[in-house]
């Protein structure tokens, strides 16, 4: 009783600070009012530019940007292997025969899937004001690492040499840095009025940590009592390292996974969500968001301090849950 009633406590004050898996843009999204909306992506523009690292110019003249708050130097095995799936080809290829490809892509399986990763996350560069990865409940004296809000995915799944669409369940972290690109261009309504709009594509990668949906969505939460003297250390120099296994989407024997349109030239066995917010005159904002995930399951979790003595060990508790149904 008192588990269940931690867990309640915790996911309202995560809730009350921060919104999980948010981005600054995201978050202008909810705004109803198209003037407050504009503001709002007006001034996550100005803190991208205030903040982030000019990287590269896109081939569209405008600016590709490096999101900050996650050291570009950890997980370089995890990103190395994400990169490797991106720029594999997964869908089946004009001269390829069937059984060619069921064979390649059975390799692919065979080399990333139950591979785990070290994933080292810096508190103090994670624990923006959009989500907090640790946090201290200091009436308590206890502090806490939640993972991101659990939530609904769609994937395809090739079955039978057919594409079926499937639902997960899964917390979204981001691993590295985030890259935006920014332009405009020149856009006109049907009575021939003409707006400059800004254009940003924002491209987050990262781990989608497995769960079972429950009626709450509740993440994974790992606690422990910590003395005061003790917090503003952790805050500052400490660390989470998770130990994560790639779990590569299958539905049984001879399935796999091919994300959200199985047969594009997209497929990959990452899965990848992306979402558009399409301009209009009064708010000429053109935002795309993509989010690539490898699937994992959150095998253990530590928490460290600044001098790399551990606060809290704990075992993943959905290690074995059923994360992928047909439908709700």
């Not at 065979?110 to 907090?132: A, Q, S």
């Amino acid at each position: 009783m008192f588990n269940k009633f931690l867990c309640a406590f915790l996911l309202v004050a995560y809730s009350s600070l921060v919104a999980a898996s948010e981005s600054e843009y995201e978050k202008c999204v909810s705004i109803k009012l198209a003037s407050e909306r504009v503001k709002c992506y007006d001034s996550a523009a100005k803190q991208s530019t205030e903040k982030q690292t000019v990287t590269d110019v896109s081939k569209d003249n405008g600016t590709e940007q490096e999101g900050p708050g996650i050291n570009a130097e950890q997980n370089l095995e995890l990103r190395r292997d994400m990169q490797a799936l991106i720029d594999t080809p997964m869908a089946k290829e004009e001269l390829e025969s069937t059984a060619e490809y069921k064979m390649r892509v059975k390799k692919i399986y065979e080399k990333y899937d139950r591979k785990t990763y070290k994933v080292v996350l810096g508190i103090k560069e994670r624990n923006t004001n959009r989500r907090k990865l640790v946090l201290y409940i200091p009436d308590k004296e206890m502090i806490a690492v939640g993972m991101p809000q659990l939530d609904f995915g769609s994937v395809g799944i090739y079955i039978a040499d057919k594409a079926e669409t499937f639902k997960i369940t899964r917390s979204f972290l981001e691993t590295e840095p985030a890259i935006i690109k920014t332009s405009s261009y020149t856009g006109r309504n049907g009575f021939g009025h003409e707006v400059v709009v800004e254009k940003y594509i924002a491209t987050f990668k990262g781990i989608a940590i497995l769960g079972s949906s429950n009626t709450s969505m509740t993440p994974q939460i790992f606690t422990a009592s910590v003395s005061r003297d003790r917090v503003r250390d952790i805050l500052e120099r400490g660390k989470v390292v998770l130990t994560v296994r790639a779990e590569l989407l299958s539905y049984g024997e001879g399935t796999y996974l091919l994300d959200s349109s199985p047969l594009g030239k997209e497929a990959s066995v990452l899965v990848r969500e992306t979402e558009h917010d399409r301009p209009t005159m009064k708010d000429p904002r053109d935002i795309e968001r993509t989010r690539l995930m490898l699937p994992v399951r959150l095998i253990s979790l530590s928490l460290l301090d600044g001098n790399g003595n551990e606060v809290i060990q704990a075992q993943g508790t959905e290690v074995d849950t059923i994360a992928i149904k047909k439908g709700y």
